[in-house]
């Protein structure tokens, strides 16, 4: 463990919380993508199946199940208990274009060809997309709440450490496993739109469509 | 090489 991967584990929870604290405070959902929260809840799900086969510290185990109980509570917030403040006309993304290419993608590149490497694959490629509902959302709406772009910016910042991370790990410890970096720095890449109207414009963020 | 490293990371 080192001080970025933390720093971007907390940055992840933080955004996490923000999210399910928003929707569960305002009673509302309302510019929340309900398919990229879906998307999360799947690659919680399809990468955290290893915590039915290893153990590998209280920390991980503590956090991966946090993560799923968290994502799969707000998806559940969205879709049922507040499905009436639910943005469906401007949550259209069709995230079976983004499911069926990183699936066939995770079948083809991975480092084992075995099921639990294969999901763990999948849920990399799927997470490195995952938010694109979501910008998605907010470039049709035209602007974002205030609290929804602090989560953005969380959820960017998180990947972005993890990169450094990784170059903290290859560097220190040899590690280096090329799936979840060249994904790391798509998913990062991302967000750099978002980054620049979020630094540039404060509080207000509208991703012009 | 990758292999030694269980994934360890969330």
């Not at chain 1, 991975?110 to 639990?116: A, G, K, M, Q, R």
């Not at chain 1, 910008?135 to 609290?147: D, Q, Y």
Request: glycine share 6%.
């Amino acid at each position: 463990m080192n001080i970025f991967r933390l720093a971007g584990d907390l940055s992840h929870l933080a955004a996490i919380i923000i999210l399910l604290l928003k929707i569960w405070k305002t009673r509302s959902c309302a510019g929340i993508s309900g398919k990229s929260q879906i998307l999360f809840a799947l690659v919680f799900t399809t990468r955290y199946l290893d915590l039915l086969t290893s153990f590998i510290s209280l920390y991980n185990t503590c956090m991966k199940i946090i993560y799923i109980g968290c994502a799969y509570a707000t998806v559940h917030l969205i879709y049922m208990k507040f499905k009436a403040t639910y943005d469906g006309n401007h949550d259209t993304f069709r995230i079976e274009f983004l499911i069926v290419p990183v699936g066939g993608l995770s079948f083809l590149v991975n480092h084992d060809f075995s099921p639990l490497e294969i999901l763990w694959t999948f849920s990399i490629y799927l997470e490195s997309v995952a938010i694109l509902p979501q910008l998605f959302l907010i470039s049709k709406t035209g602007e974002a709440e205030t609290i929804t772009t602090h989560y953005l910016f969380c959820l960017g910042v998180y990947r972005a450490l993890y990169l450094f991370n990784w170059i903290w790990r290859f560097y220190f410890e040899g590690f280096f496993d090329m799936i979840a970096i060249v994904a790391g720095v798509v998913q990062t890449i991302l967000y750099c739109d978002f980054f620049y109207l979020y630094v540039t414009k404060g509080e207000k963020v509208a991703i012009p469509s | 090489e990758l292999d030694d490293f269980e994934k360890d990371e969330l």
